[in-house]
C-alpha cells in the first residue's frame, strides 16, 4: 500500500537508516518488479545515449528516471505528487538525476492536482481523466482522496533553464494534451501515455502544431512488460491512428514515440 510505503519511509529517514533500507528494498522488491526494472533498463538503454538529457514529466516514483539514467543519461525528473517525489530524492546519492517539485502545463502559474493514495500512479491534474477512470473502474470510486495545490511550469520555460532535451518522457493521466500545449520546439524524441480506452486524447496530441508533419511514429506497450517497439518500421500519423483505432482490447496502454525527421533509434 502507498500509505504504508511513505510512512516506512518516513521512519527510516528519520532513524538515518533510508538508504541502507532502500538498498534492501531493491534487492528483495521480487521477481517481478526486477523483470520490470530491467526490461525498463534494456529499452532506454537501446533509445538513448550517454551524455543526453532528459525531461521526465510525471516520474511518479522513479522507475523510469532510474531507467533511463541507468543509460548514462541526465535526467529531469518532475514530479507534483511531493510524497512520490521524496521517494526519488532519498534514493543513494551519486546519480545524474535532478528532481523539480511542480506539474508541467501550458503555462506556468498555480493548479490542483487530485490525489490518490491508494494509487499515487492514478493522481491527476485532469477531471475528465478522473471521470473516465470512475466509470470504466468501480473500484477507483473513491481513490482520489484529496486534492493538493502545486506549481506548474511549462516545458518552454524547462527548455530556457536546461536546454532542448534529447528526449521528453510525458506521463500525467489525461493531462498530456495540455503539456504539449506548453512546447513550441520539437525535440529530437518524445513519447506519451496513451489507452485505447480514450484515443480521442492521443489522436488530439498527434495533431498539436508542435508535431511536424515530417515525423515518425512508433509505440510501445507497457515498458515494464514489454521492451519492444510494435511496429517494425517508424509509420506516418495516419498509418499509426488507423493501426490503433482497429485493436479490439480497449483496457490496455503504453507510449506513443514522436521522433523529428532524421533521428536515429
Not at 128 to 157: C, G, H
Amino acid at each position: 500500500m502507498n500509505v504504508a510505503r511513505r510512512k516506512f519511509e518516513e521512519l527510516t529517514w528519520a532513524l538515518g537508516v533510508h538508504r541502507a533500507a532502500m538498498r534492501i528494498y531493491q534487492v528483495t522488491a521480487g521477481r517481478r518488479a526486477s523483470r520490470s526494472n530491467e526490461k525498463r533498463r534494456a529499452f532506454y538503454s537501446q533509445l538513448l545515449s550517454k551524455g543526453q538529457l532528459v525531461f521526465d514529466i510525471g516520474a511518479n516514483l522513479g522507475q523510469y528516471a532510474n531507467a533511463m539514467e541507468s543509460a548514462g543519461t541526465r535526467v529531469i525528473a518532475v514530479e507534483p505528487n511531493a510524497d512520490c517525489l521524496r521517494h526519488i530524492e532519498l534514493a543513494p546519492a551519486g546519480r545524474r538525476i535532478e528532481t523539480i517539485h511542480a506539474a508541467v502545463g501550458e503555462r506556468d502559474g498555480l493548479a490542483q492536482i487530485r490525489i490518490s493514495d491508494v494509487r499515487d500512479t492514478i493522481s491527476t491534474m485532469s477531471d475528465s481523466f478522473m471521470e473516465t477512470m470512475k466509470q470504466q473502474r468501480k473500484d477507483y470510486a473513491n481513490d482520489w482522496n484529496r486534492t493538493v495545490t502545486v506549481p506548474v511550469i511549462s516545458l518552454d520555460t524547462l527548455i530556457r533553464h536546461y536546454g532542448l532535451p534529447d528526449y521528453i518522457k510525458i506521463d500525467v493521466e489525461g493531462f498530456e494534451e495540455n503539456v504539449l500545449d506548453g512546447l513550441s520546439s520539437q525535440p529530437p524524441l518524445f513519447s506519451f501515455e496513451f489507452n485505447l480506452a480514450y484515443l480521442n486524447v492521443a489522436f488530439a496530441c498527434l495533431d498539436k502544431p508542435v508535431v511536424a508533419r515530417n515525423s515518425t511514429f512508433n509505440f510501445i506497450w507497457d515498458a515494464g512488460v514489454d521492451d519492444t517497439f510494435e511496429l517494425s518500421q517508424w509509420s506516418s500519423c495516419d498509418e499509426l491512428k488507423q493501426r490503433l483505432t482497429g485493436m479490439a482490447v480497449m483496457e490496455k496502454y503504453g507510449d506513443i514515440f514522436v521522433r523529428t525527421s532524421g533521428t536515429r533509434i
